[in-house]
């Protein structure tokens, strides 16, 4: 668990990469900056979007005019990827052409717009394909610490592939028989590898815990990266972090 006020002082101050490395260099993990600068890029993105999209055209004069796309998605303070996504479209390419080169499917035969794309697929966190890939391994890796926990205890339990199409929503493990950890009783776990900070888990309640609940009845949720210690729980709902591997089932 991770108190407000040190929460906020690092989210505040995650507002480039150039920030992951100051602030690991004052002893916070890295994965979990890296986590945070995510979930605040993500939102920042959703809220100025439009905004942002609506200078398209002066965007792409300016890169004409010979700023970099690194240099205009500063200026914008926008992620380098979405920023060149702008320009390009703006440009005249569809999206799948423009995903074509960022992920390097088509061969870019203008050196200046080689040279560009490589510099912002290197800066961005967030949106870049090696991005996406860390935080899908990120999430694997989640789940494999839940299985690989549970599977120690002795747990008989489904994953979410096994029952998938069963019903309306998927916890990633869902029990036979109610289990009890840390003194509460659940039927299921969803694995979540981001910090649960209030945004984070509103959206997660409403979208995937609380119909949960409706469905299977108590379960938990647990955060691999912390979470604050003061988030409003909904009924039938349990937080943890990564300290349930230090826990033993109960009443076995």
């Known amino acids: ?42 939102r920042e993105v959703k809220k100025n979007f439009y905004k942002v999209k609506n ?8 890169w004409r005019q010979g700023k970099t796309l690194m240099e205009i998605s ?8 979405l920023t060149a996504m702008f320009v ?5 390419w569809s ?5 074509a080169n960022v992920r390097g499917e088509e061969e870019i035969k203008d050196p200046r717009i080689k040279k560009e794309i490589e510099e912002i697929n290197k800066n961005d966190y967030v949106y870049s ?4 890939e860390d935080q899908r391994r990120r999430g694997d890796w989640g789940e494999s610490l839940l299985e690989n926990w549970l599977d120690s205890q002795g747990v008989e339990y489904r994953t979410e592939d096994d029952i998938r199409g069963v019903y309306a929503k998927t916890p990633d493990c ?36 609380i119909p949960y609940t409706e469905i299977f009845g108590p379960g938990m949720v647990v955060y691999w990266f912390g979470h604050l210690d003061d988030l409003d729980m909904p009924e039938n709902v349990y937080i943890i972090d990564r300290s349930l591997l230090d826990l033993d089932l109960e009443d076995r």
């Open 129 to 132: 394909p090696w991005a996406n």
């Open 1 to 42: 668990m991770m108190k407000y006020d040190e929460y906020k002082n690092i989210y505040h101050r995650l507002n480039s990469p150039a920030d992951i490395d100051k602030l690991e260099k004052k002893g916070y993990d890295r994965e979990l900056l890296v986590v945070l600068y995510t979930q605040k890029t993500t």
């Open 55 to 62: 200078n398209t055209k002066r965007m792409l004069k300016e």
């Open 95 to 99: 999206k799948k052409k423009f995903w």
């Open 174 to 209: 869902l029990f036979e028989k109610p289990i009890k950890v840390d003194g509460k009783e659940i039927l299921w776990i969803e694995s979540k590898a981001t910090f649960g900070d209030a945004p984070e888990f509103r959206f997660n309640a409403n979208k995937q815990l």
């Open 88 to 92: 390009f479209q703006e440009m005249g």
């Open 74 to 81: 500063e200026h914008y303070r926008f992620p380098p990827i």
